[in-house]
């Protein structure tokens, strides 16, 4: 167990105080709300007294090369402690973000006059920091959650391998028909569409205290109620899922003002027992879930279309608040062995009331003449290659009537040939065919379907 006497203090590169451990607070006498979330300027740049603990800061945030070691005066109260000042660098996947900040206080050691004692007690303190200084780099390198990082700064067996069981709410998310997007555009300029995206997303997911595990492309992966427990982490679950579904609107402005593509987005989440903790060798951990219930989460999203919330069944019974359930869906899971019923989520009540209005839906006007195409089914992210043969009976902006002679299933996933590939997906069964919904709709589709109407 190591010594937690230091005071661990993160300050990012934009000078705002990340997190302070209890110790830290002590030393520098504030409280969490008084230092956490503040420029670090505005609260000691005033105080004359303690300008070499100030510009030991800004030293080690100046320079991003290398880390800093300082000894340095700093009076609170009346009282004035010699402390010692080491800093190391806050990374996020390789890139510097940020400073750790670890400072002891050594006015007693300072003050003893018998040397022998004065080095054996900074022997030990020197291998402290060492162990501290190890255990915050190694941290900080392999996670990116806020939450992760405050427990194993304050756990400091946190890095061990291993999980326990725990009940939580899993989300996924997943750009629809975001592949064809990609092929589409400018690589930099899709990078800088889907960061604004991501953003957007992590701050409400955040905000409603869930823990990104991971980005997979363009699909976040969540869960809430770990590491810090919580005893509403489905209802939090849910009140994000609308939320970022209610965000999509502004974010499609913000792209139709830089000529960048809409983005239309499924959500799917799951309550259950699950397996969490430091997952992978002592070369690379990452902090993440495994089980069943993470693997259903993953099928429950797949089903879902253009702003859609889908929740299983676990997570209505484990909610608290009340949810606005728009549609039921029966659906088989592949792999399942029965079938099972989702829920279309639109609403949640106290204290949450987060609503979401569906989209004012085009009805397919039939067309006086049948359109031929030629379509594929999708498993996965990949095109089989048998190809199927039907027309387009009824068509909206975005969505048709194909009727074939095919099987398709609800929320079967397929391309048509329209020069390039037009995305969709099965929503139901109708007297004339199959409606679909159209997910990706290629810059050919326009050119395509004049043609084929003449």
């Known amino acids: ?72 005066p700093y009076t609170t109260d009346g009282i004035t402690r010699q402390l010692r000042v080491v800093t190391s660098f806050l990374q996020d996947n390789g890139e510097k973000i940020g400073i750790i900040v670890v400072f002891s206080d050594l006015s007693e050691l300072m003050d003893l006059r018998d040397a022998v004692k004065s080095m054996e007690k900074i022997r030990a303190l020197n291998e402290q920091l060492n162990l501290r200084n190890k255990l915050l780099n190694e941290t900080f390198g392999r996670f990116l959650s806020d939450e992760i990082v405050k427990q194993l700064l304050d756990t400091p067996d946190g890095l061990n391998l291993g999980g326990s069981k725990k009940k939580l709410t899993i989300m996924m998310s997943d750009l629809r028909g975001f592949t064809a997007i990609s092929e589409r555009m400018d690589p930099e300029e899709l990078i800088t569409m889907l960061n604004h995206y991501l953003g957007e997303m992590t ?30 982490h489905a209802d939090d679950t849910v009140a994000a899922a609308l939320e970022m579904q209610a965000r999509m609107e502004p974010i499609n402005e913000w792209n139709k003002e830089r ?84 829920r279309r989520v639109t609403g949640i009540g106290e204290p949450y009331n987060i609503y979401v209005q569906d989209k004012v839906e085009e009805a397919p006007e039939k067309l006086e003449r049948i359109i031929p195409v030629t379509f594929y089914r999708i498993e996965g992210k ?23 002679s095919a099987e398709l299933k609800e929320y079967d996933n397929i391309t048509i040939d329209v020069g390039e590939k037009l995305y969709s997906k099965v929503i139901e069964k109708t007297d004339d065919g199959f409606l679909i919904g159209f997910t990706s709709v290629p810059a050919s589709y326009k050119k395509w379907l004049e043609i084929n109407k003449k």
């Open 382 to 404: 990949h095109n089989l290659q048998k190809p199927f043969f039907g027309g387009i009976v009824a068509l909206a902006p975005d969505k048709a009537v194909l009727d074939t």
């Open 259 to 342: 000529g960048y593509p809409d983005l239309q987005m499924g959500i799917g989440i799951n309550t259950g027992e699950v397996i969490v903790g430091n997952i992978g060798s002592e070369r690379r951990t990452k902090y993440g879930v495994v089980g069943s219930d993470v693997n259903l989460c993953g099928r429950i999203e797949s089903y879902t279309i253009d702003g859609q919330v889908l929740i299983s069944q676990s997570t209505l019974d484990n909610a608290k608040a009340e949810i606005v359930i728009e549609k039921e869906i029966v659906v088989t899971p592949k792999g399942a062995a029965q079938s099972m019923t989702l």
């Open 203 to 232: 701050e409400i997911i955040q905000r409603h205290n869930g823990t990104i595990i991971e980005f997979m492309g363009d699909g976040i992966f969540a869960i809430f109620g770990a590491p810090v427990a919580s005893d509403t």
């Open 1 to 72: 167990m190591l010594n937690m006497s230091e005071g661990v203090m993160t300050i990012s590169f934009d000078g705002v105080v990340a997190y302070a451990n209890p110790s830290a607070l002590d030393i520098l006498g504030f409280s969490e709300d008084e230092l956490v979330g503040k420029k670090f300027a505005g609260l000691f740049f005033d105080r004359e007294e303690n300008d070499k603990f100030s510009q030991a800061i800004l030293d080690a945030i100046y320079d991003r090369e290398h880390p800093h070691d300082a000894i340095a």
